[in-house]
């Protein structure tokens, strides 16, 4: 009996350990947490709804609005950066329309999550990009998208002065589209746009890539719309002033024909004045650096203009390199025209010193040595011969190079 009942508290004590056969595994214990456990993400739709107030809100096919699309730009992936870009496409400019509400609610965020953009690795991106900027360009006005200008001529400037050639070919289309749409505003900020065009057509050693025969020629494109654009805004200024000095007439005769009339000149608008004078001296800053650059331009012409004219000799038997050559040429010499129009008539923000009688010497030496250039080469027809030789006389025919004495000796 004994030895039966400690048998059965033998059975029924703690921590028994059961006595296995050999080969057999033994079972978990019931006690252990489980670890083998899956997670899944729990996504409420009704959390990614919108506002009463927010019923016409625009969402790609994905149901994204604009700011979700933005802040995908800055994701690691080069695919989820380019979906964004075209997600923002789709909603801003649905069926080559213009979502006029969206655009001018979230420009400012826009503009400064594309901006980063700019500089982007990837090329595609980077094509994107510098569409959807063009077509943003296009859509707002001018005023709207003063206050975001300077941003935006930053990382423009930015992308520009970028180690990687494809970056800079990038920032000159868009750069295009900036002188096109904002003439007033890239004039205005021409002391930050000028001087980095001219530091990229230097032909210094450590310059970048672009420094190409073909990069310096897109390069000059760009300098000779800028001053185009400066030469149309200088003559805006004279037409103003024109109007300006009607109104003073009209006012002086309205005076005389009413004794009573009343004098406006009162003590706070001298102090108007004042302050207006004072703001504008305070630009001299602005002025010196543009001068500094339209002096440090002419000097590359030159050296381009140099280098260029002997790879004309080097390049007599191919009619395609010819041209282009030409080409070259053509575009310095365009660039070089906007300059000196710029000396002798300055406008507010662009006001410097040029040695005209240096600038004729020179002039003699290397443009009019070679002149005229030719238009056929081994029966082919030049594109840019005529263009040239037409550009080297309008330069030459200038009233302050005819002043210039000497100015006419090889004709």
């Not at 109104?247 to 009162?266: C, G, M, N, R, V």
């Not at 309008?394 to 100015?407: E, I, Y």
Request: net charge positive; charged share 20%; proline share 4%.
């Amino acid at each position: 009996m004994v030895s039966q009942r400690k048998k059965k508290l033998q059975k029924q004590s703690d921590f028994h350990k059961p006595k296995l056969k050999v080969g057999k595994t033994l079972p978990k214990n019931l006690n252990v947490t489980k670890i083998d456990f899956q997670t899944k993400r729990l996504v409420i739709k009704s959390q990614l709804k919108t506002g009463k107030g927010d019923t016409n809100v625009s969402v790609d096919k994905k149901k994204r609005t604009v700011p979700e699309l933005l802040v995908k730009l800055s994701h690691i992936n080069e695919n989820v950066r380019l979906d964004a870009i075209s997600s923002l496409d789709e909603i801003l400019f649905p069926a080559d329309a213009i979502n006029q509400s969206e655009l001018r609610i979230n420009l400012s965020g826009i503009v400064r999550k594309l901006c980063v953009v700019l500089c982007d690795v990837s090329v595609q991106v980077r094509n994107r990009t510098c569409s959807l900027f063009g077509k943003v360009c296009s859509a707002v006005a001018e005023k709207d998208f003063e206050g975001l200008f300077e941003l935006f001529v930053a990382h423009l400037c930015n992308a520009l002065t970028h180690v990687d050639e494809g970056i800079q070919r990038s920032a000159l289309k868009l750069l295009f589209q900036v002188f096109e749409h904002y003439s007033r505003l890239a004039v205005v900020h021409g002391n930050k746009i000028l001087p980095v065009l001219v530091h990229i057509l230097a032909p210094l050693p450590a310059a970048p890539k672009i420094n190409s025969q073909t990069g310096q020629t897109a390069v000059m494109q760009q300098v000779h719309l800028y001053l185009f654009k400066v030469c149309q805004q200088r003559e805006r200024e004279d037409t103003c002033a024109i109007t300006n000095l009607g109104f003073l007439e009209e006012d002086a005769q309205t005076k005389e024909s009413h004794p009573l009339f009343i004098d406006y000149l009162t003590p706070s608008s001298i102090t108007i004045q004042t302050l207006l004078s004072s703001t504008v001296d305070s630009d001299d800053l602005e002025r010196s650096e543009i001068s500094t650059s339209m002096t440090t331009l002419v000097n590359v012409l030159f050296q381009i203009w140099i280098s260029v004219n002997q790879s004309l000799s080097e390049n007599v038997s191919d009619p395609n390199v010819y041209d282009r050559c030409l080409q070259s040429l053509y575009r310095t010499l365009e660039v070089l025209h906007c300059v000196i129009q710029l000396q002798q008539r300055p406008t507010l923000k662009i006001k410097f010193n040029l040695n005209i009688d240096l600038l004729t010497s020179n002039l003699c030496r290397y443009v009019l040595g070679s002149f005229p250039y030719r238009t056929n080469l081994r029966g082919q027809t030049l594109q840019f011969g005529r263009k040239l030789n037409s550009c080297v006389l309008t330069v030459c025919t200038l009233p302050c190079m005819r002043k210039s004495p000497g100015g006419f000796a090889l004709f």
